[in-house]
DNA sequence: TTATGTGAAAGGATTCACAGCC
DNA sequence: GGCTGTGAATCCTTTCACATAA
């Protein structure tokens, strides 16, 4: 078993973050832990998260289970969690000031290390201690300090601009706040952080009342 | 062709409020769309998009494509998003008010029309028009106005008890922004939204030092 | 006895490729 | 010529079920 990272797909890897977060709370609870609780609590089968492991490494124990922080630190690392990770963010709007503000970023280990906007009134000022910059200095900042992550707070009309310039200077992997669905070249990741659709894909499920078949052509 | 509500995955489903995201947007712009470029525009392929389309109907003229303002209404009509949707938010700290001052909700059509919390310094304030209210009238308020969405921004301690509050008082579908893997029952749906594990189901592909062989026990 | 790790089987989702229509 | 709608084929993901180990 060589796992190569290209080898592992893309569903498996959306999931580690979900047993890190549930082995985060499970430590210092309990030493062990087996796939069937891990499991329940994630509201997936047993099976799947002992092949998700599996692709990783033997983790486990058989007749006992998994040691919480041992696996813990395992899948840390195996994320590249077990670092801190810079990020530059651009847009600093109600929105970018809102992602600014958030604590849970930097807890988690990512440090927002700068600010960007085109608005002159902004730049030079510090929200929740972060210096905002004029965007012209994106690239400067993201090479000085080797930062491989950005943020997209900019109004939706200006998203893709933003992205742009991001992937121009290097930036590998993209969180996209704005409502639109951005171009990234290949060997660049994005993620969209929507809470609109996340509502609107839900709604499907609630109306219940006329039936679909009156809304076909 | 009589689709069932059940009968359509819940893959389709997430991808419909990202085909209404671009169609708004081509709304104006031009008339007709072919799959092909829809699929160039949210990085899926044209079949993809007609096999989702044609679970609904027929929308699309061979030879042209698909009227773009017809083609969003439809959707619009089968995603249920022709109505406005009320909705609570429980957790009125500093993540429940930047909700609550966040604008697309109320443009897409969500509106938050009651606000929960326990400090009793907050309760009859108001939050961008919202009253916030005592968590314990959170079923009159659900039952009165009719709600059926629940947003939980509690802190992550309080979570799973909002969510069961929720449940309790009949609320069918939740948005989560806590950080915590909660359970509903079967017919109640739930969308976490986190953008901690988004940044954190990105580190993976960027972490190409270190091979993962040398992490595996 | 209990729970892992894993091939084999089943089940879903996506792409292919083409008939049919504009 | 261009593009949809759709069975068939392919590819991917999840579950089953059991040998294996503590």
């Given amino acids: 078993?060589?796992?190569?990272?290209?080898?592992?797909?893309?569903?498996?890897?959306a999931?580690?973050?979900?047993?890190?977060?549930?082995?985060?709370?499970?430590?210092?609870?309990?030493?062990?832990?087996?796939?069937?609780?891990?499991g329940y609590r994630l509201q997936l089968s047993a099976a799947q998260i002992r092949k998700d492991l599996s692709l990783f490494g033997k983790?486990?124990?058989?007749?006992r289970g998994y040691d919480v922080s041992g696996l813990l630190g395992a899948l840390r690392r195996i994320m590249g969690l077990d670092r801190e990770w810079a990020m530059v963010l651009v847009g600093v709007g109600r929105l970018g000031r809102a992602v600014l503000d958030y604590g849970r970023f930097t807890r988690a280990g990512f440090r927002i290390v700068a600010a960007f906007d085109i608005d002159q009134a902004l730049v030079g000022k510090r929200i929740g201690g972060v210096l905002i910059q004029d965007v012209?200095?994106?690239?400067?900042?993201?090479?000085?300090?080797?930062?491989?992550?950005?943020?997209?707070?900019?109004?939706?009309?200006?998203a893709q601009g933003v992205v742009d310039s991001m992937v121009g200077v290097g930036i590998k992997a993209i969180l996209n706040y704005?409502?639109?669905?951005?171009?990234?070249?290949?060997?660049?990741?994005?993620?969209?952080?929507d809470p609109v659709m996340a509502a609107q894909s839900i709604t499907f499920y609630l109306r219940e009342e006329s039936p679909l078949e009156e809304l076909m052509p």
Same sequence: chains 1, 2.
Wanted: proline share 7%.
């Fill in 136 to 158: 012209t200095e994106l690239g400067d900042t993201v090479h000085s300090k080797g930062v491989r992550i950005g943020i997209v707070s900019a109004p939706a009309s200006q």
């Fill in 178 to 193: 704005a409502p639109v669905a951005a171009r990234v070249p290949p060997g660049v990741r994005l993620r969209d952080i």
């Fill in 59 to 63: 983790f486990g124990k058989q007749g």
């Fill in 1 to 13: 078993l060589r796992p190569e990272v290209g080898a592992i797909r893309e569903v498996v890897v």
């Fill in 15 to 38: 999931r580690l973050p979900l047993y890190i977060r549930v082995l985060s709370r499970l430590e210092g609870e309990k030493e062990i832990v087996s796939s069937q609780e891990l």
